[in-house]
Structures are given as structure tokens and as C-alpha cells.
């Protein structure tokens, strides 16, 4: 029975040791709702937050503590300590216990690739490891919209709205980046490259059989025809070979008439417009050039009935003298493109009486004569003969150096053979000296030896 008591007084005395320690302590101490592992005092938590929410509960209601539960501090270093004060009176005595709440901060590497990047509606394939990406707008295109939707929803994306893509650059770099909550901004490029312009202009044309002239940047023509032309052939070939060709035939009238040619391909096209003025029934023949004169052209044979000439030269002069008298003496003659001539150049005399106008046209063109080509194959000639010669030298002198090197390789083999000989010789005569040398001087025997120290057998 003792026994018994005294274990039951024991287990008060722990149990009311225990509460009392427990007057001045929280419980359930928890950082952003993750528990803390605490070791008496001393409670360690991680996060991965910027800041933190601290909450614990009261073990004794009567207790206070220096900081209300739910209250929030951010963590500006890897490790924040925060310390808590519980304070309770028991029997007038006052009980206090400071917590350590060690914060540790763990920093996570931000995913820093593209989910996706889409460039002016239209979708790139990205990769992770590429941050340079390239990108073929339309020849018109005047802006750059770039879409960017990184992997990680935490990072922010630092790009323009709108880039700016002038009309007379063929390139263009627009960059943009992903920026962590924390550390370094990681950049990307997109270079657009503009396509060129479907080219629509035409490479030639010609107008029953007349070549005009083309302008790279003009595409209204004027052209005058006679009263006998009611109907034009056009040949009209494009620059680009896969552009098409319209054009819009129609009978002239007597007049101004309009003929649209139109080149175009799948995106653009261009228009050209022929104004044709067909002339009224009227003899023309009144405004010819009664005399046509080039000076220094001997082979030119006028006829004011033809219009279109063609003059060669083996060296085309800057200008020509031209000397132009009209039929009638009221024509007023003027000549255009006679400045700075070249192959292909045309000169237009022009002899306009009253309302009524005729042109003649000369065509300059670069050609050489029989002498310049005679005087071409002659020097041809004369130089194959020279690499003939040539050659055949160089053939003898190889020959003459081979038979040297071979009467050379004679006589070091004779040199050779004959010093061999002498060698042999000597050899020869030496060993039949150290022969006789050694008979000579032989050991007498007690056989009897002739006169001369030769031992008879």
C-alpha cells in the first residue's frame, strides 16, 4: 500500500512539474504552414517564399508572447532568426522562455526556356538550349508583335509591344528576356529577315515589233501609231518567270486609247499603261526627211521612205555628225540621244511639219570587221607556233640532259669495273709476295734442302 502511494505522489510531482514548465510555451509552430522541427527552444524550418508567416498556439492561455501568431516578416538573407518571448506568471513568479525560430531561405533555379514564342501570329519551334531564333517576314512587313509564354509561370518576360521594322531595312534583331524572381535576366533574339518583293515589272516590250525603252520605275508609256494600225501586237515578257502577263488587247480608234498590261503573281502585281494615240487619216509622207547624211558613214544608203537604220562600228564614236534636211522647208527637225553613244544606243531624228511628225531612228551598234579578225587568228597563229617551238627546245635539251646522265652512269660503271681490276691485281701480287715470304723463311728439317731453302720430300 506505501508502494503504492508513493508512486502515485511521484507521478503527481512529474505531471505537475511538467505543467508548470509548459505555463510559459507554445506549440505548433508553424512557418507559412510548414511545422517546424524544434529541439526544446530551437526550431528550424525551410522555405523557398520571399517572406514568412509565423503562427504557433498558446499552451497556457494565460501565457503572452512578444509577438501576436500570424505575424509576417520577409527573409531577406539565406538564414532569418526570429525570436520569441513567452511569459507567464505562476505564484507571483514570473516564467519566461525565448524560442529561436531559425528561417533558412532555399533558392530555386528559375526555368528560364520558352514554353512558346510566336512571331506575328505565326508559331517558331523553340528548343531549350537555342536562344537565338530567326524568322522570314513579308516584303511589306512595317512591325515585329512578338507572343513569348515562358515554362516557369513565376518569371517575368521583358519585350516591347511592338518593334518597329522600316521598309528600307532587310533585317531586323528584335531581343527580348525572361527574368527570375531572383538572379540574372536571361536574354533571347529573334532576327526577322524581310523577303524580297515579288518582282512584277517587265524585263522587255515590244510593240508591233518596236522595242520601248524601259524605265525601272516608270510605268506609263506614251506611244504614237499611224491611222493604218487599229490593232497592236504586244510582246510583253515579265522579269520574274513565275509572274503572269495580262494584257488588255482592244481595237484603237482614231484618238487617245488606254492598254493596260498588268504583271503580277500570287501576293502583288504592277500595272503598266500604254497611252496610244492612233493618228487620223492623213498622208504623213509630207513631214519626210528629203536628206539623211552621218558624216564619215560611207555604207549608209538613205531612203525617206525608211524609218529604222542600224549602223555599225568597230568603235563607236561619242556623237555623230548628222546632217537632216526636210522635204519641206517649213519641218522644224530635232535629234535626241546623240550623247554619249555605246552599243545599243538610239539616236531619233524628228521632222514635225504642221500636226504631222516623222521619226527616224538610227540604232548604234559595236561590231569588228574582217581585218580586226584576220589580224586576231594571225596573232593566234604566230603564238602556237612560238609554244611549238618552244616545246620542241625543251624536248632536244631533256633528251641531251638524259643521254649526259646516261654516259655518266658508263663511265662511273667502267671507273668501278677497272678499279676493281687493279684492286684484284694488287691483291694478287701481294699474296703471292707474303707466299715466297713464308717458304723462305720456313724451319729447316732433317730432310735435305736444296740450294735454293726448298725442302726435298
Known sequence: MKYKICLFIMIMFFAFGVYADGEATIKNIKVNGTNCSCTGFDCVVTTTDSSATITYDLVDKDATVDRLSGFKVDLLSEATTIKLTVSNTIDEQKIENVYNITINKKVVESDLSLKSLTVNGSTIKVAKDIIVYSFNAEYDTKSIKLEVVPNDSKVTVI?????????????????????????????????????????????????????????????????????SINELEIEAV??????????????????????????????????????????????????????LEIAGYKKFDFDENVLDYTLNFSSIPKKLTINAVAKDSEGKITITGNEELKDGSTIVVTNKLNNITREYTLVIKESHNISDNKNIVLVALIGVIVAIIVLIILEIHSKKQEKKRYLKKIFDLRHK???????????????????????????KSKEKVDDDGIEII
Do not use: Q
Open 159 to 227: 519585350k516591347e509591344d511592338v518593334y518597329d521594322f522600316p521598309l528600307e531595312e532587310s533585317s531586323l534583331s528584335c531581343d527580348f528576356s525572361l527574368k527570375p524572381a531572383s538572379g540574372e535576366a536571361l536574354s533571347y533574339r529573334v532576327v526577322v529577315t524581310r523577303n524580297l518583293k515579288p518582282d512584277t515589272t517587265l524585263k522587255s516590250l515590244k510593240i508591233n515589233g518596236k522595242e520601248i525603252k524601259l524605265d525601272d520605275n516608270k510605268f506609263d508609256y506614251d506611244l504614237t501609231v499611224e491611222y
Open 238 to 291: 515579265p522579269t520574274n518567270k513565275e509572274a503572269k502577263v495580262d494584257i488588255d488587247k482592244k481595237t484603237l480608234v482614231v484618238g487617245e486609247n488606254e492598254v493596260k498590261i498588268t504583271v503580277s503573281t500570287d501576293k502583288t502585281k504592277s500595272e503598266y499603261l500604254l497611252n496610244i494615240t492612233r493618228e487620223e487619216n492623213i498622208d504623213k509622207s509630207v513631214a519626210n526627211l528629203k536628206k
Open 417 to 443: 669495273i677497272e678499279k676493281k681490276r687493279k684492286e684484284e691485281k694488287e691483291k694478287k701480287v701481294k699474296d703471292d709476295k707474303d707466299k715466297k715470304i713464308k717458304l723462305k723463311i720456313k724451319p
